[in-house]
């Protein structure tokens, strides 16, 4: 047997936190991510408060592989005290909107008041909820750092339904655009045809790998 073979697998382990509106689709996102696939909840079962989905992504040329513990956070804001603690120490988030519902849309970022409705506007959506998911999610693991590393939060917005185009309202480019001015990569995907679901995941697991090895490098020249 070729040694390599007997290599074990660097481990590393990251919180996700997957949040947005209820009903567009995160528990979703997670079962299908977590069973490759095979795991649709074709009824809706709320969330109540949060769940967690392991899913564990290998990175490409390497013996590492990057854990993510997906914590499913339930859209319902009456939720948020339980959540807030849960949400401390993620290393990511995954902010989800429903193209079908703008104010799933509205209410995944900061409202900036009137830019952002203007923003809104300009593509003719008028509907947004107050509460800001990815303002409240960043403010949380920012306060929650104790060693106040001034870190980033690394995240990706993600439009979900896409399969249901004739009941689409929300266009690919008012995602873009937004997580254009948000710093944040867009991404598009169906549960249902579990397409593009992956994608988000990887490129999250990537980054989260190149800042371990950025970090490894910074400790190796210092020894
Ligand atoms: N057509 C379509 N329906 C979807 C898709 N993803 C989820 N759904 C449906 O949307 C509904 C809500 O999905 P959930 O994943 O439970 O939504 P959630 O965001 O977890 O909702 P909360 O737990 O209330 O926060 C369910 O009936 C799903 O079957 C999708 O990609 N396409
Ligand atoms: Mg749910």
């Given at each position: 047997?070729?040694?390599?073979?007997?290599?074990?697998?660097?481990?590393l382990r990251?919180?996700?936190?997957?949040?947005?509106?209820s009903?567009?689709?995160?528990?979703?996102?997670?079962?299908?991510?977590?069973?490759?696939?095979?795991?649709y909840p074709?009824?809706y079962?709320m969330?109540?408060?949060?769940g967690?989905h392991?899913?564990?992504?290998?990175?490409?040329?390497?013996?590492?592989?990057?854990?993510?513990?997906?914590?499913?956070?339930s859209?319902?804001?009456?939720?948020?005290?339980i959540?807030e603690?849960?949400?401390k120490g993620?290393?990511?988030?995954v902010?989800?909107?429903?193209?079908c519902?703008e104010?799933?849309?509205?209410s995944?970022?900061?409202?900036r008041?009137?830019?952002?409705?203007?923003f809104?506007?300009?593509?003719?959506?008028?509907?947004?909820d107050?509460?800001?998911w990815?303002?409240?999610?960043?403010?949380?693991?920012k306060?929650?750092?104790?060693?106040k590393?001034?870190?980033?939060?690394m995240?990706?917005l993600?439009?979900?339904?896409?399969?249901?185009?004739d009941?689409r309202?929300?266009p690919?480019?008012?995602?873009s655009?937004?997580?254009?001015?948000?710093?944040?990569?867009?991404?598009?995907?169906?549960?249902?045809d579990?397409?593009g679901?992956e994608e988000?995941?990887?490129?999250?697991a990537s980054?989260?790998?190149?800042?371990?090895?950025e970090?490894?490098?910074?400790?190796?020249?210092?020894?």
């Amino acid at each position: 047997m070729e040694l390599k073979s007997l290599e074990i697998p660097n481990i590393l382990r990251a919180k996700v936190a997957v949040v947005g509106e209820s009903k567009v689709g995160k528990t979703a996102l997670c079962q299908q991510l977590a069973s490759d696939g095979t795991n649709y909840p074709k009824n809706y079962l709320m969330t109540h408060g949060a769940g967690v989905h392991v899913k564990a992504i290998n990175i490409p040329d390497t013996n590492d592989c990057v854990e993510m513990y997906l914590l499913d956070s339930s859209g319902k804001e009456l939720y948020t005290p339980i959540l807030e603690p849960l949400w401390k120490g993620s290393a990511m988030f995954v902010a989800v909107y429903n193209v079908c519902d703008e104010a799933s849309f509205g209410s995944v970022v900061k409202v900036r008041g009137s830019i952002f409705i203007s923003f809104l506007e300009s593509y003719s959506l008028t509907r947004y909820d107050t509460f800001q998911w990815i303002e409240h999610v960043t403010r949380v693991v920012k306060d929650g750092d104790e060693k106040k590393t001034d870190r980033k939060l690394m995240g990706v917005l993600i439009a979900n339904k896409s399969d249901l185009g004739d009941r689409r309202v929300v266009p690919p480019k008012a995602g873009s655009d937004l997580a254009q001015q948000l710093g944040l990569l867009y991404f598009e995907c169906s549960n249902k045809d579990y397409s593009g679901v992956e994608e988000p995941f990887f490129y999250l697991a990537s980054e989260y790998h190149k800042q371990f090895e950025e970090k490894s490098d910074q400790i190796g020249n210092f020894a």
